[in-house]
Structures are given as structure tokens and as C-alpha cells.
């Protein structure tokens, strides 16, 4: 799979692109008016192009290499997301109560990468100071972990696009792979994520993995 990718995506479209992009800069440095307008925008739809492409790529890689879900204690893999990520974010609180969270859970490698994509997502798409409570909910057959934060929210009209690949809020000045590497890897794992308001009024989001 990976070594289709590379050959038909990043290497033949990849080429397109890359000559689509070169003769657009030409055409807006040469042009005037609306004729510029328009080869800046086709311009900047390549680059997205390119980057997308990247982007998708360095997931399938991943994915690839990605060893099969298998048991893992879901408290010390917290507890360790947890405190990288308020290291890193001075603005960042995070309600975290680690004996919560004495679950096992399929997983693989990188599920911490998981929980860091969401907690700071709440930091980075918020302004000042914001909290993540963290809570957990059990069933017979899944776990839910859950991030409730107190920001400024994410719009309704949004939610559904934000786990797709390259797709990021109107304000974001990420790169709007995060949350589809999320949801990517989840699935992957078995399990899934979504998001909804908080009872603080900011963003909640809920990853769902199989409990082992």
C-alpha cells in the first residue's frame, strides 16, 4: 500500500504539482488584475494539494508500521500525555485524577499521540488560559476517555469536518492533520472519537477504545 502511495501520489502527482505551482508564480509575478488574482489562487490551491498529499502520506506510512492493538494500561499512558503536555503549555491545566483511570485498553504504540493531539488542541485553538477535565466513562466492551475543556467551543457547523484530513476551523493556522490522525489511528485501534460542547461550553471530545 505504502509503495503504491508513493508512486502514483507523491511521486506522479507530486511532479504535477510541483510544475503547476512553478508556472503559476510565473503567471501572478507577470500578470496584473484579476489574471494574477486567479494564478495566486491556483497557485495556493497546489501548495494545499502538495501538502495534503504529504500529509496523507506520512499517515499511511504510519499506520503501516503500526503494530497490531494489543492490552495497554490506560493510567500511565495518561498520566504521562498529561504531564508533557502542561510542561509544554504554560496556559494549560489539565483535571487529571490518575486512579480514575486503572483500565486496560487495545491500543498501539502511539496512542499517546493520540491524547496529545487533543489536549493541545485545546490550547492552541483557544486565547489565555484554558482547563481540560479529564473523566472516563466504562462499559462492557469500550472505554471512553473524555477531555472537556472550558474555551471558546467549535462550532456545530464544523464538528463533523474536523476529523477529516487537511480540513481545519476558519481560525486555525494548524495544518488540519491532527485530528484526522486522530481519528485515523482510533479506528484503527477499533474504537473511535467525536466531539460536542462542554458543560463549561467549550469543546468535548470523547475517544472511544475497546476494553481488554
Do not use: W
Not at 504531564?83 to 496556559?91: I, K, L, M, Q, V
Amino acid at each position: 500500500m505504502v509503495e503504491l502511495y508513493d508512486r502514483l501520489l507523491r511521486h506522479d502527482l507530486g511532479n504535477d504539482l510541483q510544475v503547476i505551482t512553478g508556472f503559476s508564480e510565473v503567471l501572478a509575478d507577470e500578470a496584473d488584475g484579476e489574471t494574477a488574482t486567479y494564478a495566486e489562487r491556483i497557485n495556493e490551491a497546489a501548495h494545499s494539494s502538495a501538502d495534503l498529499i504529504q500529509g496523507v502520506g506520512n499517515l499511511v506510512s504510519t499506520l503501516e508500521e503500526e503494530e497490531e492493538p494489543e492490552p495497554r494500561s490506560l493510567a500511565p499512558i495518561l498520566e504521562r500525555t498529561v504531564s508533557e503536555a502542561e510542561t509544554g503549555y504554560d496556559e494549560l491545566t489539565v483535571e487529571f485524577d490518575k486512579a480514575a483511570f486503572e483500565e486496560t485498553v487495545y491500543a498501539g504504540d502511539l496512542l499517546e499521540s493520540v491524547f496529545t493531539n487533543v489536549l493541545t488542541n485545546a490550547v492552541v485553538h483557544n486565547e489565555g488560559a484554558v482547563t481540560v477535565r479529564t473523566s472516563v466513562e466504562t462499559g462492557v466492551d469500550d472505554v471512553v476517555v473524555c477531555f472537556a475543556d472550558d474555551g471558546a467551543g467549535i462550532d456545530p457547523s464544523v464538528r463533523d469536518e474536523l476529523f477529516e484530513m487537511g480540513e481545519k476551523g476558519p481560525d486555525s493556522s494548524g495544518s488540519g492533520f491532527g485530528l484526522g490522525f486522530v481519528r485515523a489511528l482510533t479506528e484503527s485501534y477499533g474504537g473511535d472519537v467525536t466531539v460536542a460542547e462542554s458543560d463549561a461550553g467549550g469543546a468535548e471530545f470523547r475517544v472511544r477504545l475497546q476494553r481488554a
